[in-house]
Protein backbone atom coordinates (compact mmCIF):
# COMPACT_ATOMS: atom_id res chain seq x y z
CA UNK A 1 0.00 0.00 0.00
CA UNK A 2 2.57 2.28 0.98
CA UNK A 3 3.90 1.72 -2.71
CA UNK A 4 0.32 3.45 -4.12
CA UNK A 5 0.36 6.17 -1.96
CA UNK A 6 4.00 7.06 -2.81
CA UNK A 7 3.31 6.65 -6.87
CA UNK A 8 -0.23 8.70 -6.10
CA UNK A 9 1.92 10.97 -4.55
CA UNK A 10 4.07 11.93 -7.15
CA UNK A 11 1.23 11.83 -9.55
CA UNK A 12 -0.98 13.97 -7.79
CA UNK A 13 2.11 16.57 -7.57
CA UNK A 14 2.73 16.47 -11.16
CA UNK A 15 -1.24 16.68 -11.76
CA UNK A 16 -1.46 19.81 -9.51
CA UNK A 17 0.83 21.60 -11.76
CA UNK A 18 -1.03 21.01 -14.53
CA UNK A 19 -4.16 21.52 -13.66
CA UNK A 20 -4.20 25.69 -13.31
CA UNK A 21 -2.36 25.50 -16.33
CA UNK A 22 -5.11 22.94 -17.97
CA UNK A 23 -8.33 25.35 -16.61
CA UNK A 24 -6.73 28.17 -18.28
CA UNK A 25 -6.39 26.82 -21.51
CA UNK A 26 -10.16 26.05 -21.07
CA UNK A 27 -11.01 29.30 -19.90
CA UNK A 28 -9.77 31.15 -22.77
CA UNK A 29 -10.84 28.30 -25.50
CA UNK A 30 -7.05 27.40 -26.44
CA UNK A 31 -8.17 23.71 -27.76
CA UNK A 32 -4.25 23.11 -28.66
CA UNK A 33 -2.80 24.01 -25.74
CA UNK A 34 -5.29 21.90 -24.01
CA UNK A 35 -4.96 18.88 -25.71
CA UNK A 36 -1.19 19.39 -25.89
CA UNK A 37 -0.78 20.02 -22.19
CA UNK A 38 -3.22 16.65 -21.21
CA UNK A 39 -1.22 14.25 -24.05
CA UNK A 40 2.34 15.53 -22.10
CA UNK A 41 0.34 14.65 -18.89
CA UNK A 42 -1.18 11.75 -19.60
CA UNK A 43 1.96 10.35 -21.35
CA UNK A 44 3.58 11.37 -17.71
CA UNK A 45 1.66 9.42 -16.12
CA UNK A 46 1.78 6.36 -17.68
CA UNK A 47 5.20 6.12 -18.59
CA UNK A 48 5.97 6.18 -14.65
CA UNK A 49 3.15 3.79 -13.84
CA UNK A 50 3.68 1.58 -16.34
CA UNK A 51 6.72 1.01 -15.76
CA UNK A 52 6.41 0.73 -11.28
CA UNK A 53 3.77 -1.98 -12.59
CA UNK A 54 6.07 -3.69 -14.88
CA UNK A 55 8.99 -3.04 -12.64
CA UNK A 56 6.89 -5.14 -9.45
CA UNK A 57 5.73 -7.87 -11.50
CA UNK A 58 9.41 -8.47 -12.53
CA UNK A 59 11.00 -7.62 -9.26
CA UNK A 60 8.19 -7.91 -6.17
CA UNK A 61 9.87 -11.17 -4.88
CA UNK A 62 13.49 -9.59 -3.97
CA UNK A 63 11.88 -5.79 -3.28
CA UNK A 64 9.70 -8.02 -0.36
CA UNK A 65 12.38 -9.90 0.75
CA UNK A 66 14.94 -7.08 0.61
CA UNK A 67 12.46 -4.61 2.45
CA UNK A 68 10.54 -6.97 4.87
CA UNK A 69 12.45 -10.00 4.92
CA UNK A 70 11.44 -14.11 4.84
CA UNK A 71 8.13 -13.99 7.25
CA UNK A 72 6.54 -11.70 4.53
CA UNK A 73 7.16 -13.81 1.39
CA UNK A 74 3.44 -14.42 1.27
CA UNK A 75 3.29 -10.31 0.56
CA UNK A 76 4.73 -11.06 -3.12
CA UNK A 77 1.28 -11.74 -4.87
CA UNK A 78 -0.08 -8.54 -3.35
CA UNK A 79 2.52 -6.62 -4.17
CA UNK A 80 2.44 -7.63 -7.61
CA UNK A 81 -1.64 -6.70 -7.71
CA UNK A 82 -1.12 -3.20 -5.73
CA UNK A 83 1.63 -2.18 -8.99
CA UNK A 84 -1.74 -2.90 -10.91
CA UNK A 85 -3.49 -1.19 -8.91
CA UNK A 86 -1.52 1.89 -8.64
CA UNK A 87 -1.96 2.29 -12.72
CA UNK A 88 -5.37 2.27 -12.56
CA UNK A 89 -5.85 4.12 -9.68
CA UNK A 90 -3.56 6.65 -10.64
CA UNK A 91 -4.71 6.69 -14.72
CA UNK A 92 -8.14 7.39 -13.20
CA UNK A 93 -7.02 10.08 -11.29
CA UNK A 94 -5.63 12.10 -13.83
CA UNK A 95 -8.52 11.43 -16.32
CA UNK A 96 -10.86 12.32 -13.53
CA UNK A 97 -8.41 15.56 -12.70
CA UNK A 98 -7.65 16.48 -16.32
CA UNK A 99 -10.22 15.84 -18.47
CA UNK A 100 -13.28 14.98 -16.92
CA UNK A 101 -13.26 18.15 -14.52
CA UNK A 102 -12.24 20.72 -16.77
CA UNK A 103 -14.95 19.83 -19.38
CA UNK A 104 -17.27 20.19 -16.34
CA UNK A 105 -18.08 16.21 -16.24
CA UNK A 106 -17.78 16.39 -12.56
CA UNK A 107 -21.33 14.36 -12.11
CA UNK A 108 -19.41 11.75 -14.09
CA UNK A 109 -16.96 11.57 -11.79
CA UNK A 110 -18.75 10.82 -8.56
CA UNK A 111 -20.85 8.30 -11.01
CA UNK A 112 -17.43 6.16 -11.30
CA UNK A 113 -17.14 6.19 -7.21
CA UNK A 114 -20.65 5.58 -6.25
CA UNK A 115 -20.77 2.68 -9.01
CA UNK A 116 -17.33 1.22 -7.67
CA UNK A 117 -18.54 1.02 -4.40
CA UNK A 118 -20.93 -1.98 -4.04
CA UNK A 119 -18.12 -3.92 -6.59
CA UNK A 120 -15.77 -2.89 -3.40
CA UNK A 121 -18.02 -4.01 -0.92
CA UNK A 122 -18.89 -7.35 -2.73
CA UNK A 123 -15.53 -8.59 -3.95
CA UNK A 124 -14.06 -8.17 0.03
CA UNK A 125 -16.94 -10.12 1.33
CA UNK A 126 -16.49 -12.88 -0.93
CA UNK A 127 -12.91 -12.98 -1.12
CA UNK A 128 -11.46 -11.57 2.19
CA UNK A 129 -11.62 -14.52 4.33
CA UNK A 130 -11.03 -17.36 1.74
CA UNK A 131 -7.88 -15.69 -0.16
CA UNK A 132 -6.30 -13.12 2.62
CA UNK A 133 -4.51 -10.45 0.99
CA UNK A 134 -4.43 -11.96 -2.21
CA UNK A 135 -8.19 -11.54 -1.93
CA UNK A 136 -8.13 -8.09 -0.73
CA UNK A 137 -5.85 -6.91 -3.71
CA UNK A 138 -8.05 -8.33 -6.34
CA UNK A 139 -10.99 -7.03 -5.31
CA UNK A 140 -9.18 -3.32 -4.57
CA UNK A 141 -7.64 -3.78 -8.27
CA UNK A 142 -11.30 -5.05 -9.49
CA UNK A 143 -12.67 -1.42 -8.18
CA UNK A 144 -9.83 0.75 -9.44
CA UNK A 145 -10.51 -1.21 -12.94
CA UNK A 146 -14.74 0.07 -12.24
CA UNK A 147 -13.51 2.93 -11.61
CA UNK A 148 -10.88 3.85 -14.50
CA UNK A 149 -13.78 2.36 -17.15
CA UNK A 150 -16.17 4.29 -16.24
CA UNK A 151 -14.21 7.47 -16.30
CA UNK A 152 -12.74 6.36 -19.67
CA UNK A 153 -16.44 5.88 -20.88
CA UNK A 154 -17.45 8.96 -19.10
CA UNK A 155 -14.47 10.71 -21.91
CA UNK A 156 -15.13 8.46 -25.05
CA UNK A 157 -15.80 11.38 -27.30
CA UNK A 158 -12.57 12.94 -26.74
CA UNK A 159 -10.31 10.48 -25.69
CA UNK A 160 -8.20 10.05 -28.79
CA UNK A 161 -7.96 13.41 -28.74
CA UNK A 162 -5.36 13.13 -25.62
CA UNK A 163 -4.22 9.52 -25.98
CA UNK A 164 -2.73 8.14 -28.98
CA UNK A 165 -2.46 4.42 -29.77
CA UNK A 166 1.69 5.00 -31.12
CA UNK A 167 2.27 6.43 -27.61
CA UNK A 168 0.83 3.42 -26.10
CA UNK A 169 2.41 0.66 -28.16
CA UNK A 170 5.96 2.81 -27.29
CA UNK A 171 5.51 2.45 -24.18
CA UNK A 172 4.29 -1.15 -23.95
CA UNK A 173 7.63 -1.97 -26.14
CA UNK A 174 9.69 -0.31 -23.91
CA UNK A 175 8.36 -1.08 -20.90
CA UNK A 176 8.41 -5.58 -22.19
CA UNK A 177 11.85 -4.76 -23.59
CA UNK A 178 13.12 -3.48 -20.00
CA UNK A 179 11.71 -6.40 -18.09
CA UNK A 180 13.09 -8.73 -19.96
CA UNK A 181 16.51 -7.70 -19.59
CA UNK A 182 16.27 -6.56 -16.59
CA UNK A 183 14.98 -10.35 -15.48
CA UNK A 184 17.77 -11.81 -17.41
CA UNK A 185 20.23 -9.44 -15.44
CA UNK A 186 18.66 -10.71 -11.77
CA UNK A 187 18.68 -13.93 -13.24
CA UNK A 188 22.84 -14.04 -13.81
CA UNK A 189 23.05 -12.12 -10.64
CA UNK A 190 21.21 -15.22 -8.83
CA UNK A 191 22.77 -17.52 -10.43
CA UNK A 192 26.41 -16.35 -11.13
CA UNK A 193 27.07 -14.57 -8.27
CA UNK A 194 24.65 -15.74 -5.47
CA UNK A 195 23.48 -12.24 -5.18
CA UNK A 196 20.87 -11.39 -2.88
CA UNK A 197 17.85 -9.46 -2.34
CA UNK A 198 18.85 -6.53 -2.28
CA UNK A 199 21.16 -6.42 -4.35
CA UNK A 200 18.43 -7.73 -7.03
CA UNK A 201 16.53 -5.33 -6.59
CA UNK A 202 18.40 -2.39 -6.44
CA UNK A 203 20.03 -3.47 -9.72
CA UNK A 204 17.32 -4.64 -11.90
CA UNK A 205 15.54 -1.05 -10.79
CA UNK A 206 19.00 0.44 -12.66
CA UNK A 207 18.88 -1.89 -15.29
CA UNK A 208 15.44 -1.96 -15.69
CA UNK A 209 15.30 2.30 -15.88
CA UNK A 210 17.93 2.83 -18.00
CA UNK A 211 16.53 0.22 -20.61
CA UNK A 212 13.24 1.63 -20.76
CA UNK A 213 14.35 5.44 -21.17
CA UNK A 214 16.94 3.95 -23.71
CA UNK A 215 14.37 2.24 -26.11
CA UNK A 216 11.12 4.84 -25.16
CA UNK A 217 13.84 7.39 -26.82
CA UNK A 218 14.95 5.32 -29.41
CA UNK A 219 11.15 4.63 -30.28
CA UNK A 220 10.75 8.54 -30.61
CA UNK A 221 8.71 8.44 -27.32
CA UNK A 222 7.43 11.80 -26.36
CA UNK A 223 7.97 11.99 -22.40
CA UNK A 224 10.98 10.24 -22.27
CA UNK A 225 12.62 12.63 -24.84
CA UNK A 226 11.25 16.07 -23.12
CA UNK A 227 12.78 14.76 -19.86
CA UNK A 228 15.95 13.47 -21.30
CA UNK A 229 15.93 16.93 -23.12
CA UNK A 230 15.56 19.05 -19.49
CA UNK A 231 18.14 16.64 -18.13
CA UNK A 232 20.63 17.61 -21.10
CA UNK A 233 19.59 20.83 -20.49
CA UNK A 234 20.25 21.17 -16.73
CA UNK A 235 23.81 19.54 -17.26
CA UNK A 236 25.09 22.27 -19.77
CA UNK A 237 23.68 24.64 -17.02
CA UNK A 238 26.04 23.03 -14.33
Not at 5 to 32: E, L
Not at 121 to 135: E, M, R, S, W, Y
Not at 152 to 159: E, F, G, I, Q, T
Request: one cysteine or more; hydrophobic letters at 60%.
Amino acid sequence: MKIEHVQCSVVGAVTGVFVPRIAHDQMTDDVAGFRRLVRAGFGFTMNICLAVMCYLLVFAEPVVLFVAGEAFASAVTPVRIIGAVSLMSCVGYFVAMCILSPLGRERQMAMSSIAAGPVSVALNLLLDGPFGTVGAGVALLATAATVLRIELWCARDVLSSFVRPLDLARMAASNAVAAAVSAGCAWLLATAFSAGPGVIAIAGLLVYSAVDIAVAVALRDDTDLMLVGKARAALRRG
